[in-house]
């Protein structure tokens, strides 16, 4: 069965250090997709990177970055420099090739402390 | 700005009642997602619809129903409502049903409905 774990519940930063958040997921798929979300205060929903399985590449933008790793099916999102508007929570997900499902993390509530 | 809207954008009832949440996805995609967030149970995934049917059922009570319609909408539909329903309510919206997996899925979501029962 497919499964998402975002083992960190909350982590709080002083503004300008590096943070990584983890995600581990499980599937018996070969081909899927990886998602990262943001959710602001605000509280919409905001995507941020996609990965499908076949492409094992890691992407930098801007301050993020991202480590895909199959042999460890994980998919962790790195914050570089981080700033108070990087608080919010960052949800990972996980969908079937076909999006016919998604699964989501329980999110990782992040607090960049001015 | 998603493309994905959600009408209304805060729906206050009492118990026992019945309400509609409507949603109307980006141009194109041919899926609609329905989740509900309350603050313990986090982003919990309840229905999906690919074109009309019902593609994919996740954790969604009984008492809850959706459906699309032909101009792709979907409303989803929570009744006898009880305290603990009040979360907020997200639809999404994805191209999907494709097995091509250069075709990325990512949802894009609404703003959201904030359900409150007294």
């Known amino acids: 069965a497919q499964k998402v774990t975002q083992a960190q519940t909350e982590i709080s930063v002083v503004e300008k250090e590096d943070v990584t958040l983890d995600c581990v997921y499980e599937t018996r798929d070969t081909t899927y997709y990886l998602f990262w979300y943001k959710q602001p205060p605000s509280g919409e929903l905001v995507f941020l990177i996609r990965?499908?399985?076949?492409?094992?590449q890691n992407e930098i933008s801007g301050r993020y970055s991202w480590n895909f790793q199959k042999s460890t099916s994980s998919f962790n999102f790195t914050i570089t420099a981080s700033q108070v508007v990087d608080s919010a929570v960052y949800f990972c997900a996980l969908s079937e090739a076909n999006g016919n499902q998604f699964y989501f993390g329980t999110g990782t509530s992040l607090t960049v402390i001015p | 700005d998603s493309g994905v809207t959600q009408t209304p954008k805060h729906l206050i009832t009492a118990t026992g009642q019945r309400v509609t949440l409507r949603c109307s996805p980006r141009?194109?995609?041919?899926?609609v997602y329905w989740y509900q967030q309350s603050l313990d149970q986090g982003l919990q995934f309840l229905i999906q619809y690919y074109n009309g049917e019902e593609r994919a059922k996740g954790n969604i009570l009984e008492r809850f129903s959706a459906q699309q319609f032909p101009d792709l909408h979907s409303e989803l539909n929570l009744s006898s409502l009880e305290l603990g329903d009040s979360a907020l309510y997200f639809c999404?919206?994805?191209?999907?049903?494709?097995?091509?997996?250069?075709?990325?899925?990512?949802?894009?979501f609404g703003p959201g409905t904030r359900l409150t029962v007294l």
């Open positions: 999404a919206s994805s191209v999907a049903g494709t097995t091509d997996p250069r075709i990325y899925n990512e949802q894009f």
């Open positions: 990965r499908n399985s076949f492409d094992e």
């Open positions: 141009s194109g995609d041919l899926s």
